[in-house]
């Protein structure tokens, strides 16, 4: 590789290559060893064309999640089943994984900018700014759909179509135009433990010892000619188990602790 081969955005792969190297080294104990990452469909990475792949999941902190599908992704390539042993995975990392993130929060101090070397694409969430809701929807910047159509030619997309860390959320339509209109393989991922291992922004180890769960599904079937917006907004909230349906089989004291701590995130990101 030339020292100063960029991507499609500008970025030098041999700096992103050294960047991902160092936070997963600096990473790696937060899932296997302070807490254990219970993985589960890892085969299903190994079969995924280099390209036009969008992986949609449910979100839980900010920067957490996203660390640990870059270990799960680059662990699953170099032929790890359903685990994350041996970091030596991570010397060859896939370097056209990206990661859509709000452009504040990006924006919002030297490590998230430094992290947003490694893949964010920013972009501006139409209906939240300076960490409030507004009363009325900007519209979409048609720069942010684009950077998204880049990053699918490149390589992976990494996307949280909730937009928000709150559980059962409703799925942004955003996500549901990109899949039609783009026609990516949609990889479903569903994660739990990590809103308890981590704060809300998934940088500082809050509790150890708890078992964070990470299950991939098979892609989705999606007739993207004929399916409607409003079908594939559904297919999604069931594919991350955000639907609504799911609260009707949650015991009654586990709603109201999600419950809980929705109130307690509502000035989150």
Known sequence: MGLLKRNPFGHILY???????????????????????????????????DTNVLFISNHQTYFADVVAMFHVFNASLSGRDDNIKNLGYIWHPKLNIYYVAAKETMESGLLPRILSYVGAISVERTWRA?????????????NDTENIKIALKDGWVITFPQGTTKSFKPVRKGTAHIIKQ????????????????????GLRLKKKNILQSFIIKAPLEIDYENDSIDAIVEKVEYAIEQ??????????????????LNKLRQWEY
């Not at 990516?184 to 922004?201: E, N």
Request: aromatic share 10%.
């Open 182 to 201: 783009y026609k990516p393989i949609v990889v479903p991922i569903v994660i739990d433990g990590f809103r308890r291992s981590f704060d809300k922004k």
């Open 243 to 260: 639907h609504s349906s799911f609260l009707k089989v949650i015991p009654a004291e586990e709603v109201e602790e999600i419950e809980k």
């Open 130 to 142: 300076g960490g409030k809701d507004v009363s009325e929807k900007r519209d979409v910047n048609p």
């Open 15 to 49: 700096l992103k290559k050294w960047l991902i190297r160092i936070f997963a080294a600096l990473t790696h104990r937060r899932y296997r060893g302070f807490n254990e990452l219970q993985i589960e469909g890892s085969e299903i990475i190994k079969t995924l064309p």
